[in-house]
């Protein structure tokens, strides 16, 4: 299951080899999965592969003119690790430092993982060059973590044309999927993560209906968790918005 961070990252590094960049691919060292410890962590709910992968301590350095750490998160390497060469680093959002604190939004577990993402951003003062993928995240780099503006080139992801392009529906479309030709349809397509508020768009519906009576909320994403899936539906439920 492959992330927007993950995306990111891999259709950067096929355009840089496209362009003719002599570009390489390296990935956080692996923690030994059945180790004492690795276990003992996750009788305890902690899950120390999937924390390390985000908050890396190392990673295998190859013979490079330039290091490219592709997420903010992944800068704790700066605080564990040399680099010879410069080091540039994308920031892709700084939302986790923006939702600190907030009981439903915070993701941080423990004093730990709280340490590791302030260190992370700690850390991007040591890069060489820093990323931000629009403005919005470079004026929010700016205003949550102190980055001088100057410090932040901005640019932006590209768009994979052979992926998105106008397309004829296909006239078994909506037969096939279970829908309705009377209805109109609006489509959020992503996780039900919490930070994507998702209840204001549920909420959004209550307002819709009355005066659209044949529009229809489609959610096409993974599921993050089965309390987030039964808080939604509830609010489904109290506002009767069943259909």
């Known amino acids: 299951g492959i992330s927007g961070t993950g995306r990111y990252s891999r259709d950067l590094f096929e355009s840089?080899?496209?362009?003719?960049?002599r570009a390489s691919l390296t990935h956080p060292a692996p923690f030994p999965p059945d180790g004492w410890l690795a276990q003992g962590l996750r009788q305890a709910g902690v899950d120390l592969q999937a924390f390390?992968?985000?908050?890396?301590?190392?990673?295998?350095?190859?013979?490079v003119g330039l290091y490219h750490i592709t997420s903010q998160s992944l800068a704790s390497l700066l605080r564990f690790q040399r680099f010879n060469r410069p080091v540039v680093v994308s920031i892709l959002d700084v939302?986790?430092?923006?939702?600190?604190?907030?009981?439903?939004?915070?993701?941080?577990?423990?004093?730990?993982?709280r340490w590791f993402r302030q260190d992370s951003a700690r850390?991007?003062?040591?890069?060489?060059?820093l990323v931000a993928i629009s403005a919005t995240t470079r004026q929010a780099a700016h205003e949550c973590l102190g980055i001088p503006l100057?410090?932040?080139?901005?640019i932006h992801p590209s768009i994979d044309l052979q992926v998105f392009r106008p397309l004829e529906v296909p006239a078994d479309f909506k037969t096939?999927?279970?829908?309705?030709?009377?209805?109109?349809?609006?489509?959020y397509v992503g996780s039900d993560d919490?930070?994507?508020?998702?209840?204001?768009?549920?909420?959004?519906?209550?307002?819709?209906?009355?005066?659209?009576?044949?529009?229809?909320?489609?959610?096409?994403?993974?599921?993050?968790?089965?309390?987030?899936?039964?808080?939604?539906?509830?609010?489904?439920?109290s506002w009767d918005l069943q259909e």
């Open 150 to 154: 100057e410090r932040i080139t901005v």
């Open 194 to 237: 919490p930070r994507k508020n998702l209840a204001t768009l549920i909420e959004a519906m209550r307002f819709i209906r009355p005066r659209h009576r044949s529009a229809c909320l489609l959610v096409a994403g993974k599921a993050y968790d089965p309390r987030q899936q039964a808080r939604l539906r509830g609010l489904v439920r």
């Open 123 to 129: 850390m991007l003062s040591r890069a060489d060059g």
């Open 16 to 21: 840089l080899q496209a362009a003719g960049l």
């Open 176 to 187: 096939r999927y279970g829908l309705s030709t009377r209805r109109d349809y609006i489509l």
């Open 52 to 63: 390390l992968s985000s908050h890396p301590l190392h990673v295998r350095c190859l013979r």
């Open 95 to 113: 939302i986790p430092h923006q939702t600190a604190g907030q009981p439903d939004l915070d993701q941080a577990r423990g004093v730990v993982q």
